[in-house]
T-cell receptor
């Protein structure tokens, strides 16, 4: 079985632009969570989506948004990019909303804002 | 929110050495996991251990929930153990993981 897949793997954007990151969960997993990992720090929770609804939101500005599709894949959108948005963006999937056991991360999208 | 602190921040080991990594957390949790992040950024789940002790090969972990800490033991370290080790916790009312700052481990041959 394929793991959690994220695309693209690397991305370079200019300040002020918009970016869309994509995540496909493990087959059968209905929950997708997004994390931002700034260099040298631990990942920080951005969103959780379960059954196509937002179930949790971290302390991030409204420039960050996400959605989940009927096939449980997910997109993370960031508008008006700032230099500080440069980070590794990680997606994690789990079978159900609160099943932390079996929480599996993808390899991430490395975003550089210049 | 809950605070998660890991120590030491950096660790340099000679191949074959043993080590202990510590994770302290500021509130009660119902979920605690240890992850290893490789140089390519992939986070690999090592243990799901909200309480008690588990072992997996050369790695073992112990969580004492009542005292709000967890320990990760690496025995007979190998160069492939290099990377960053993260402790992450979850609470009953939430659906997110809160990560510590990590311990950066370098195992030298």
């Amino acid at each position: 079985d394929a793991g959690v897949t994220q695309s693209p793997t690397h991305l370079i954007k200019t300040r002020g632009q918009h970016v869309t990151l994509r995540c496909s969960p493990i087959s059968g997993h209905k929950s997708v969570s997004w994390y931002q990992q700034v260099l040298g720090q631990g990942p920080q929770f951005i969103f959780q989506y379960y059954e196509k609804e937002e179930r949790g939101r971290g302390n991030f500005p409204d420039r960050f948004s996400a959605r989940q599709f009927p096939n449980y894949s997910s997109e993370l959108n960031v508008n008006a990019l700032l230099l500080g948005d440069s980070a590794l963006y990680l997606c994690a999937s789990s079978l159900v909303r609160t099943a932390f056991y079996g929480y599996t991360f993808g390899s991430g999208t490395r975003l550089t804002v210049v | 929110g809950i605070q998660v602190e890991q120590s030491p921040p950096d660790l340099i080991l000679q191949e074959g050495a043993n080590s202990t990594l510590r994770c302290n957390f500021s509130d009660s949790v119902n979920n605690l996991q240890w992850f290893h992040q490789n140089p390519w950024g992939q986070l690999i789940n090592l243990f799901y251990i909200p309480s008690g002790t588990k072992q997996n090969g050369r790695l073992s972990a112990t969580t004492v929930a009542t005292e709000r800490y967890s320990l990760l033991y690496i025995s007979s370290s190998q160069t492939t153990d290099s990377g960053v080790y993260f402790c992450a916790v979850g609470q009953a009312a939430g659906n997110k993981l809160t990560f510590g700052g990590g311990t950066r481990v370098l195992v030298k041959p």
